[in-house]
């Protein structure tokens, strides 16, 4: 029988992590100072990010280090296994061979910790004593609320509204880790007032939290903001996913047709599939899959220009896909897809077309879970059943078109603590939503002065 698991030895654990800035053939266009137009220096990030993680954040050097401290750490769950769907294949009646990187054995069950161990790490050597984030779905909270204890750090956690109350369990989490777990918009910051002020009953969302959360972090020399995903920096330290990947199908002696994942701001996505870009970018021939929810469609249906990260307009301006910077997506399970921008390394490469994108309903990818967790047995977040839609549909094409395809994605996280969702589900509670045009042009009327990539 063909192996069902591939495990790779703690010896054979990737000791670099891998920049896709280096092989781009065009680079990404820089991040703009709001106030000037022009493009930022290290200096301008300096309030809000130590300088070790700034320097990587502009590095165009291919391989970047990885620390050993951080490396005795990623030894906990790393390296993660590679399976084969073997479950789902013969319930769709596929002949595709689906392969999948389990990311959900990491102690919070999601793939954060790749970058929430190594952004605590770089700012206890740089002498931080706190750290201010935001969280949506709640698994990058948990991942840093996790790491800032393990270098005894404190750790302050901005949770979207919806969020907070969706998904209580998750604060539970991050709690027991040590950390502070606030609901935003909240009355901590001038920029949850605001919101507050305006709109009483505002769910929240990834931009409100962004900027309360920096807000929070500048100004005290002792604290500083850390991001889960979008940033360069975030994406670089998850593409030890990909690396891992490659490293195992390589013992199989098999590369995929077809690369997948789930994308919101990017990490998971990037983490799984920068590696194949890169060699997409050399000459080999491979289909790369970004998944993404009809109600928050930023690779789909966002246009490419330069808009705020946060929804008070405290970034520096980057150049990506964006719904606008004040969108407030609809409430969804899929917590960690909210949010109103993409990475602008998943946006460049989306706009060289060396990716693609496509988009999916909650009850689409919801059906899909199911169809995961009856077939495989483990229960996928939220946000992992995006990607297990596209894999379905992927799949389903190879029987249409009766030819063989190698399909690998990203099972970027469990969804133990998301079964309110899977309720919702259930019971028939959730319903199909498409985000309307009149919203998109609505959102996006804020970006319309901005410089143009």
């Given at each position: 029988?063909?192996?069902?698991?591939?495990?790779?030895?703690?010896?054979?654990?990737?000791?670099?992590?891998?920049?896709i800035?280096?092989?781009?053939?065009?680079?990404?266009?820089?991040?703009?100072?709001?106030?000037?137009?022009?493009?930022?220096?290290?200096?301008d990030?300096a309030?809000?990010?130590?300088?070790?993680?700034i320097?990587?954040?502009?590095?165009?050097?291919?391989?970047i280090?990885?620390?050993?401290?951080?490396?005795?750490?990623?030894?906990?769950?790393?390296?993660t296994?590679?399976y084969?769907?073997?479950?789902?294949?013969?319930?769709?009646?596929?002949?595709?061979?689906?392969?999948?990187?389990?990311?959900?054995?990491?102690?919070?069950?999601?793939?954060?910790?790749?970058?929430?161990?190594?952004?605590?790490?770089?700012?206890?050597?740089?002498?931080?004593?706190?750290?201010?984030?935001?969280?949506?779905a709640?698994?990058?909270?948990?991942?840093?609320?996790?790491?800032?204890?393990?270098?005894?750090?404190?750790?302050?956690?901005?949770?979207?509204k919806?969020?907070?109350?969706?998904?209580?369990?998750?604060?539970?989490?991050?709690?027991?880790?040590?950390?502070?777990?606030?609901p935003?918009?909240?009355?901590?910051?001038?920029?949850?007032?605001k919101?507050?002020?305006?709109?009483?009953?505002?769910?929240?969302?990834?931009?409100?939290?962004?900027?309360?959360?920096?807000?929070?972090?500048?100004?005290?020399?002792?604290?500083?903001?850390?991001?889960?995903?979008?940033?360069?920096?975030?994406?670089?330290?998850?593409?030890?996913?990909?690396?891992?990947?490659?490293k195992?199908?390589?013992?199989?002696?098999?590369y995929?047709?077809?690369?997948?994942?789930?994308?919101?701001?990017?990490?998971?996505?990037?983490?799984?599939?920068?590696?194949?870009?890169?060699?997409?970018?050399?000459?080999?021939?491979?289909?790369?899959?970004a998944?993404?929810?009809?109600?928050?469609?930023?690779?789909?249906?966002g246009?490419?220009?330069?808009?705020?990260?946060?929804?008070?307009?405290t970034?520096?301006?980057?150049?990506?896909?964006?719904l606008?910077?004040?969108?407030?997506?609809?409430?969804?399970?899929?917590?960690?897809?909210r949010?109103?921008?993409?990475?602008?390394?998943?946006?460049?490469?989306?706009?060289?077309?060396?990716?693609?994108?496509?988009?999916?309903?909650?009850?689409?990818?919801?059906?899909?879970?199911?169809?995961?967790?009856?077939?495989?047995?483990?229960?996928?977040?939220?946000?992992?059943?995006?990607?297990?839609?596209?894999?379905?549909?992927?799949?389903?094409r190879?029987?249409?078109?009766?030819?063989?395809?190698?399909?690998?994605?990203?099972?970027?996280?469990?969804?133990?603590?998301?079964?309110?969702?899977y309720?919702?589900?259930?019971?028939?509670k959730?319903?199909?939503?498409?985000?309307?045009?009149?919203?998109?042009r609505?959102?996006?009327?804020?970006?319309?002065?901005?410089?143009?990539?």
């Open positions: 029988m063909e192996q069902i698991k591939v495990l790779l030895d703690e010896k054979e654990m990737p000791r670099q992590w891998y920049n800035q280096a092989d781009l053939a065009t680079p990404l266009r820089p991040p703009l100072h709001p106030a000037t137009g022009k493009p930022i220096s290290p200096n990030l309030p809000v990010f130590p300088m070790n993680l320097e990587q954040e502009v590095s165009t050097e291919r391989w280090p990885i620390p050993e401290p951080v490396l005795e750490k990623y030894a906990l769950w790393r390296p296994p590679l084969r769907a073997r479950g789902l294949e013969k319930a769709l009646g596929t002949p595709a061979k689906i392969f999948y990187k389990n990311e959900g054995v990491s102690p919070p069950g999601s793939h954060k910790p790749n970058t929430a161990v190594a952004q605590a790490y770089y700012n206890k050597v740089f002498g931080i004593k706190r750290l201010s984030t935001e969280t949506g709640g698994q990058w909270g948990s991942a840093l609320s996790m790491a800032c204890q393990m270098f005894g750090l404190q750790c302050r956690v901005f949770m979207v919806v969020s907070y109350h969706q998904k209580p369990y998750r604060r539970s989490m991050m709690e027991t880790w040590g950390a502070e777990c606030i935003s918009p909240s009355d901590r910051t001038q920029a949850g007032r919101i507050l002020a305006e709109h009483p009953d505002s769910p929240g969302s990834l931009g409100i939290a962004i900027s309360e959360a920096i807000e929070d972090a500048v100004g005290n020399p002792e604290a500083r903001y850390s991001l889960g995903s979008v940033l360069n920096h975030v994406l670089l330290h998850q593409t030890i996913i990909g690396l891992e990947a490659q195992q199908m390589e013992k199989l002696g098999i995929p047709d077809v690369v997948m994942g789930c994308a919101g701001g990017g990490s998971n996505f990037a983490g799984l599939c920068l590696p194949f870009v890169r060699d997409k970018i050399h000459g080999k021939k491979v289909t790369i899959v998944a993404e929810p009809t109600s928050c469609p930023t690779l789909t249906k246009p490419f220009r330069y808009d705020f990260g946060d929804t008070a307009m970034t520096p301006l980057l150049a990506m896909h964006t606008g910077h004040d969108f407030v997506p609809a409430p969804i399970h899929a917590g960690g897809l949010y109103h921008g993409m990475a602008p390394i998943v946006s460049h490469l989306l706009e060289e077309k060396l990716i693609e994108a496509r988009a999916f309903d909650q009850v689409e990818t919801f059906t899909a879970g199911v169809q995961w967790a009856r077939a495989e047995g483990f229960i996928p977040a939220p946000e992992t059943n995006h990607a297990i839609a596209a894999v379905v549909q992927e799949a389903l190879a029987k249409e078109e009766g030819r063989e395809k190698v399909i690998l994605f990203n099972w970027s996280g469990h969804g133990y603590m998301d079964m309110a969702a309720d919702a589900f259930l019971s028939g959730l319903t199909r939503y498409e985000l309307p045009e009149e919203e998109i609505r959102a996006l009327a804020a970006t319309d002065a901005f410089p143009k990539p």
